[in-house]
């Protein structure tokens, strides 16, 4: 298992640091001045030079990326011109909110899914089958941003049921979660019926048929503990997709998360800031995804660090 760890261990640090690079040489390619935002368009030539100077623009790029990898090192991500003040100490501040969003969006799509999925395993073919899987499609093929405007206008400004905005009730949650989550309920719905379809053909599920055990037995416990290792595969995924994928429903909704402290930021190119909170989404990825390789020897202690 040490080994295991450790390899895992040393290929995150591969994707965070491909992560970072890339980040690094993207934000500094799109158009626009920094430090014409900083002191604003009418300052001077000299103003200009000395803000430049300030925050290390004015280096060569390969200084400022060895600058900024050392920074790193040091877990000193830089300051923020806009927010002032430590950019990942912003940027951590935030993460609960989204961290909120993830969860409550993970909640709905395993609640809605997994019961939607192990239904239509139960009556295939069935109406409800059919309404699942086209509904599946549908909600994979509806944009996000296109749905939470839709979701607003009917429950927050027609009928008056949620808030469309963070009031500080819990029920302000639900509209951005269930958008985060639509188009994974679907998908995972079908996922856990062809699975459980695939394990009740098996011959432990016809024998325990044979032997008169209730099917709802068969379909809920025998069935569901088979089909659990690639459930928990993907909602591993889901919830770090959730995460990176919370940066458009932030922004709709107002959400006070990273998405939308990085889209402000990447405005106003506040370059620290947009670093700080896509280092903040990768880590958050790979533990997520350390978490599942883990989880899976506690699933099934058959298995060895090898299978993961």
């Known amino acids: 298992m040490g080994a295991f760890l450790a390899k895992r261990l040393a290929q995150a640090v591969v994707v965070a640091f491909g992560a970072l690079t890339l980040v690094f040489v ?21 103003q200009l030079e000395s803000v430049r100077s300030d925050f290390g623009l004015d280096d060569p790029l390969w200084r400022q ?9 040091r877990g000193d991500l830089g300051d923020s011109w806009r927010l002032g003040g430590s950019a990942l100490t912003n940027t951590l501040d935030r993460f609960p909110a989204t961290l909120t969003l993830a969860l ?28 699942v899987s086209t509904g599946s499609l549908a909600g994979q093929a509806i944009p ?7 979701l607003i206008l009917l429950f927050a400004r027609h009928l008056d049921w949620l808030p469309a905005t963070v009031d500080g009730s819990p029920a302000a949650v639900l509209l951005p979660a269930f958008t985060l989550s ?18 009740g053909a098996k011959d432990y599920a016809r024998t325990a048929r044979a032997k008169g055990v209730p099917e709802g037995t068969i379909q809920y416990v025998h069935v569901g503990r088979n089909i659990a290792i690639p459930v928990v595969t993907v909602l591993g995924l889901l919830m770090g997709n959730f995460i990176a994928n919370a940066v458009i429903i932030e922004v709709v909704f107002s959400w006070p998360g990273i998405g939308s402290l990085m889209v ?28 599942v390789d883990v989880v899976y020897f506690v699933i099934d202690p058959r298995l060895t660090p090898e299978d993961a």
Do not use: Q
């Open 104 to 131: 409550a969006a993970l909640v709905l799509t395993v609640a809605i899914g997994i019961t939607l999925g192990m239904l239509c395993a139960r009556r295939p073919g069935k109406v409800l089958d059919l309404v």
């Open 26 to 46: 993207i934000v500094r390619a799109v158009p626009g001045d920094p430090a014409k935002l900083i002191v604003g368009p009418d300052a001077s030539a000299g």
């Open 182 to 199: 639509l188009p994974f309920i679907g998908w995972l719905a079908r996922l856990v019926r062809s699975s459980a379809l695939e394990e």
């Open 65 to 73: 990326y060895v600058d900024h990898l050392g920074g790193i090192v």
């Open 264 to 291: 402000d930021a990447i405005t106003n190119r506040d370059y620290a800031v947009v670093e700080a909170a896509i280092l903040t989404i990768t880590l958050s990825y790979i533990v997520l995804n350390l978490f």
């Open 144 to 150: 996000s941003f296109w749905l939470g405007i839709v």
